[in-house]
């Protein structure tokens, strides 16, 4: 049900812009950074594909996967000096270059922080976090009382109005108790 491109806060990130990996260290003496990528999206870390470091357009080069994401060499970072420059570094993309999506799938930023009410309309709070467990993701809920856990499947998510910011679920009798 949800996409995992999402926004976060680190670095100054243009207001259209979402985030789409980390460079989290450099990778050999050629420039190359390791980026723990934040998208499922499987063409946007190929060569001739650029991304964002802050409001500089950066061309992928190079790239192989690696165990957290992907080795990417990025155009005019010619050495690991350079390279090492880039650790902790967002990388972002226009949000006009993010792909469709089929219906009721979502990107993750379209659900963090979204409001979660039963069918009933009481309210359970806030999705502060989403867990890739395998074949779904489940939604972690704070806020009225305790974590609450949700499956985003069908069978518990009802209705996500994402204009509105709301999800709705149902639960099954006596969940959460």
Not at 17 to 34: M, N, S
Not at 94 to 100: A, I, Q, Y
């Given at each position: 049900m949800t996409r995992s491109e999402r926004t976060q806060a680190p670095d100054a990130i243009p207001d259209d812009?979402?985030?789409?990996?980390?460079?989290?260290?450099?990778?050999?003496?050629?420039?190359?950074?390791?980026v723990q990528t934040h998208s499922d999206y499987p063409d946007r870390?190929?060569?001739?594909?650029s991304v964002y470091l802050g409001?500089?357009?950066?061309?992928?080069?190079?790239?192989?996967k690696h165990k957290v994401g992907f080795v990417v060499g990025?155009?005019?970072?010619?050495?690991?000096?350079a390279a090492e420059l880039l650790r902790g570094k967002t990388l972002t993309v226009?949000?006009?270059?993010?792909?469709?999506l089929d219906d009721g799938t979502f990107f993750y930023f379209d659900i963090i922080d979204m409001a979660v009410h039963t069918s009933n309309g009481d309210e359970l709070g806030r999705?502060?976090?989403?867990?890739?467990?395998?074949?779904?993701?489940?939604?972690?809920?704070?806020?009225?009382?305790?974590?609450?856990l949700i499956p985003a499947a069908r069978d518990y998510v009802v209705e996500v109005d994402v204009k509105r910011g709301i999800m709705t679920v149902s639960l099954p009798d006596g969940y959460p108790d």
């Open positions: 812009h979402v985030v789409v990996g980390e460079i989290i260290g450099a990778w050999g003496l050629r420039g190359d950074v390791k870390f190929i060569p001739g594909s409001n500089e357009r950066c061309v992928i080069v190079r790239v192989h990025f155009d005019g970072v010619s050495d690991r000096t226009p949000s006009s270059e993010l792909p469709g999705i502060e976090e989403i867990i890739s467990a395998g074949g779904n993701d489940v939604y972690v809920v704070r806020g009225t009382g305790k974590e609450i």
